[in-house]
Structures are given as structure tokens and as C-alpha cells.
Nanobody, 115 residues
């Protein structure tokens, strides 16, 4: 019913930038909360950033000041601008939304930051 597809991942050197995109299709609505999660090797999945339809945002402490989440409701797309990337940011990044208590996930996009 709802599909999420991430894009924009890749290999970047420390200090560089990437912008991830998550394209949503199906029954997604502009009022749904959208978020970015990541899972690094040997680590648990963690919430990186989230944004409500009203513009409220939350970030994990490790990315504050470096990452910014945004959304374009007309395009059903959420973005994650990642600046000053660090090797510890290396992970698979997943787009997420929750609709009526059900979590939807994209397949993920790999971000690799070399030192």
C-alpha cells in the first residue's frame, strides 16, 4: 500500500556531504511523520532524524549541527542533508513512516565515509 525508496547514498570522504532522498508512493499523506534511521555494522538501528508535518524535528545527538531533515509534501519526498560526514556515519540508511500504527520501511541506501 505504501512504498518507500531511498536514494543518494554512496562513498564519500570524511568532511564531505551527501543528500539522501526518500520517495514515497501509495497511500502516504502529508501529515504522516517521516524519519531516517541507520544501522552500522555491529550496531543497533538508531533514529537519525525525524520530521512531523508541522515541521518539528528531532536528531540523534551525534548528527546535530551536521544533518538536516526536510520534506517536500508536493513530491512525497523526504530528504536528509548530511554535511561534514564522519567515518562513524557509515551505515545503511533507511526511510521510515508510521501510518495508523504500522511502520513502513524502504530497502535502505548505503552510506560509506572513508577517513
Amino acid at each position: 500500500q505504501v512504498q518507500l525508496v531511498e536514494s543518494g547514498g554512496g562513498l564519500v570522504q570524511a568532511g564531505g556531504s551527501l543528500r539522501l532522498s526518500c520517495a514515497a508512493s501509495g497511500s502516504i499523506r502529508s501529515f504522516n511523520v517521516m524519519g531516517w534511521y541507520r544501522q552500522a555494522p555491529a550496531k543497533r538501528r538508531e533514529l537519525v532524524a525525524r520530521m512531523t508535518s508541522g515541521g518539528s524535528t528531532n536528531y540523534v545527538d551525534s548528527v546535530k549541527g551536521r544533518f538536516a531533515i526536510s520534506r517536500d509534501n508536493a513530491k512525497n519526498t523526504v530528504y536528509l542533508q548530511m554535511n561534514n560526514l564522519k567515518p562513524e556515519d557509515t551505515a545503511v540508511y533507511y526511510c521510515n513512516t508510521n501510518i495508523l500504527g504500522y511502520d513502513y520501511w524502504g530497502p535502505g541506501t548505503q552510506v560509506t565515509v572513508s577517513s
